[in-house]
């Protein structure tokens, strides 16, 4: 299953539309039935309108009724495998909870994290 989420990650980077920072992101969000929702970073000439290909992800599947994740696939290409930014993992915990954060790159190195250790002391409803 993880392989299939990371095949999905990385076709899912070929779409990434980068031509400023050229720098191609791809996103697989899986939920809890095994669907996957695929996302890349979607730039635009205003730099600051750019969306990052995991919240494009998470925003497919929440758009479409889903509303519980298992884990997601993030594709980049570097060494020093790419995790989400901050502005990314706060929409992911909000709509995914401590799910399982897979970092790839298309060499087939990889690395699992749980999204509460990339982003301790989480914002959310807890607090309002
Ligand atoms: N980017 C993502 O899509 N996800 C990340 O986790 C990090 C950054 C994108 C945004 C921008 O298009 C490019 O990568 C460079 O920051």
Redesign the pocket.
Known sequence: MTDRLIAAALAAREHAF?P??R?Q?G?ALEDADGRIHTGC?V?NASYGL?M???RVAVFKAVSEGVRQFRRMA?A?ESDVL????GA?RQILWEFCGNIEIVLVNPRGQAESYRLQDLYPKPFDVSYL
């Open positions: 980068a400023y920072s720098f992101v996103a970073n730039e750019t990052c290909a995991e993030v980049a790419t995790p989400p930014c990314c």
